[in-house]
């Protein structure tokens, strides 16, 4: 679909390292573009769309006669058109409910993506995931997730959104389907563009209109241990900033708010400072903690592509291969063209802290939320909490082991019981990309500490602290050659003790390190292609994009830990 021609094999080929074939493709069918990585993954998960993974195939069958098979001739707007009023009207729809030449087809389908998972799972050197994505919507709003499962045992068929249209329901068919009927099957439920829900992934109010209850809370808490903060639909961090003056918010948002607004703008409403951005949706965990006794947003971060043609892990600024329009490119392979929006980004990575490169290893590490997300970079971050952290970890060559053995990583809690009448002091220790031969690392800028809570009058509060490296370094970079004009650090690392703790207040701490500018993707092609601003109207199409001024020409590259909580030991905690 969309002139993606790949499968699950392909895609793992190229995140270990091997060329791929990419659209558009000639009147022979032969692909006039490839990509390759320069540095191969250590794990990956192919999450196709649960809802259109027998569409494809009956449509390849000319036998195929079922009520909706005059849409296999018709475009792609159409049938995703088609696939959303069949949600929720009783018409006919390419594979709508009781097909069973379609049911047959996904079920052919999921087997080939669990066989493909298998044969490319190499315990210790590459690590397949066995997953789908659950599209539910919630009108026009966004409430997709990634489900991935801790190994091969899996359940018959993947739970859609036409099996169950609400998250509610997805964990309760997790639960009958997976957890309580298959031996060692597990699952963990991640959030996907939380920035283009409208609010609704993170709400203490379900799907139905109905007040979370402690049971539902747990559940969740359960099933969502992570949460994708990018990909190259934007960045769901934060928005503005709430209370505090945080200019890094503005870090590649999308103008729109939902999918539905992104191709018709009159429809739908501004993106909006709430709990579509992971910031907020984390003190909306604080607040339900108090009334509910369970947080079900503690969540954890994560980056992830989400790209549409197999080229998971294409992240890099410099050989930018589109990921949604790419589908979609025109012309010649050979034409030169911005392949994607411009609004649009390369997408993030997924880091995980594991003892061994497995799946178990692996998926204990999301469990425990030991996880970071970085924009594309391979930046180095370690994030420790503890009460009696020394001032000279940053000497010493035993900080990582320090770290675990006096406090918690990254994804842990402290103890309040701990304490001894001691503020929390974090361990915070970054390391700049290395970089390949084609594009060298950037050098970072500073390392920030977020701490985020919620008063006793409810009101989301936050801090931003620099922690180690200056704003003032003067780094920029020239925009004629993309060429960076001042350099910043190799390495940045600190303790940190925040100076306002409040022992009676649930708070939560997250570590954030930044590079110093650099261009980005658009600007890179733009830039190789002489591109001339100066009569818009006479540039080709796939070029316009470039005098797009409201994308910033430079981006600053970044990485983002998952948070540390503290929590009161009883029931003194302010309200």
Same mark, same amino acid.
């Given at each position: 679909?969309?002139?993606? @021609? ?23 069918? %032969? ?110 709003? *966004? ?15 993947? !739970? ?81 900033? !709430? ?16 999918? !539905? ?14 709990? @579509? ?77 594991? %003892? ?49 053995? *006096? ?7 402290? @103890? ?55 704003? %003032? ?16 650090? @190799? ?40 591109? *001339? ?43």
């Amino acid at each position: 679909m969309g002139n993606t @021609r790949l499968g699950p094999d392909e895609a793992y080929q190229f995140a270990r390292g091997h060329r791929i074939d990419l659209p558009p493709y000639d009147a022979l069918g %032969e692909s006039l573009r490839s990509v390759q990585l320069q540095r191969p993954l250590d794990f990956l998960a192919v999450t196709d769309h649960a809802e259109a993974l027998d569409a494809v195939r009956v449509c390849e069958n000319p036998a195929y006669d079922g009520p909706g098979a005059w849409m296999c001739h018709s475009s792609p707007w159409t049938r995703m058109a088609m696939g959303l009023v069949g949600r929720y009207l009783p018409v006919d729809t390419l594979c709508g409910p009781g097909d069973v030449q379609c049911a047959l087809a996904g079920a052919e389908v999921w087997s080939d993506i669990v066989l493909s998972a298998q044969q490319h799972n190499a315990p210790c050197d590459f690590s397949t995931f066995i997953g789908y994505e659950w599209s539910g919507l919630d009108g026009g709003a *966004n409430l997709h997730r990634n489900v991935i499962f801790r190994n091969s045992a899996v359940p018959a068929a993947p !739970v859609s959104a036409r099996d169950a249209r609400t998250p509610e329901a997805l964990w309760a068919a997790l639960d009958e389907h997976c957890r309580d009927s298959i031996d060692g099957c597990e699952a963990v439920t991640i959030p996907h563009n939380a920035n283009l829900s409208q609010g609704r992934m993170f709400s203490p109010m379900t799907t139905a209109g109905v007040r979370m209850t402690p049971a539902l809370a747990a559940q969740r808490a359960r099933y969502e241990r992570l949460a994708e903060l990018i990909q190259h639909k934007g960045d769901s961090e934060c928005y503005g900033g !709430v209370g505090a003056e945080d200019e890094l918010c503005g870090f590649e948002k999308l103008p729109y708010s939902s999918f !539905v607004q992104k191709y018709l703008p009159f429809l739908g409403e501004a993106p909006a400072d709430d709990s @579509r951005y992971l910031r907020e949706a984390l003190r909306e965990g604080l607040r339900l903690q108090r009334e509910l006794g369970e947080n079900p947003f503690a969540i954890g971060f994560i980056g992830g592509t989400d790209s549409h043609v197999a080229a998971g892990g294409a992240v890099a600024e410099d050989n930018h291969p589109g990921h949604h329009g790419a589908q979609h490119i025109s012309g010649t392979g050979a034409a030169a063209q911005l392949p994607d929006r411009v609004e649009q980004n390369p997408g993030g990575l997924a880091v995980l802290y594991a %003892e061994e490169n497995s799946r178990d290893a692996l998926y204990r590490a999301m469990q425990r939320r030991e996880a970071y997300a970085t924009s594309g970079p391979r930046i180095q971050l370690r994030f420790f909490g503890g009460w009696n952290y020394e001032d000279d970890l940053c000497e010493r060559v035993d900080l990582v082991a320090q770290g675990y053995a *006096n406090g918690v990583p990254m994804g842990g809690e402290l @103890r309040a019981a701990d304490r001894n009448g001691r503020a929390p002091a974090f361990l915070l220790a970054a390391m700049a990309d290395t970089g390949t031969a084609s594009l060298p690392g950037g050098a970072l800028q500073r390392l920030q500490v977020i701490k985020a809570w919620v008063d006793a009058e409810g009101e989301s509060r936050e801090e931003i602290h620099d922690v180690a490296g200056s704003v %003032e370094s003067g780094a920029q970079v020239d925009l004629k050659s993309c060429q960076p004009l001042a350099r910043g650090y @190799r390495k940045l690392c600190t303790v940190w003790r925040d100076p306002e703790f409040s022992p009676a207040t649930s708070a939560l701490y997250y570590a954030r390190v930044v590079e110093t500018p650099s261009c980005r993707w658009h600007r890179r092609i733009c830039v190789a292609n002489a591109v *001339n601003c100066d009569d818009v109207e006479a540039l080709p199409d796939g070029f316009k994009g470039c005098c797009d001024e409201s994308v910033p020409d430079t981006v600053q590259e970044r990485a983002w830990s998952s948070p540390i909580w503290y929590r009161p030991a009883s029931s003194e905690e302010t309200r």
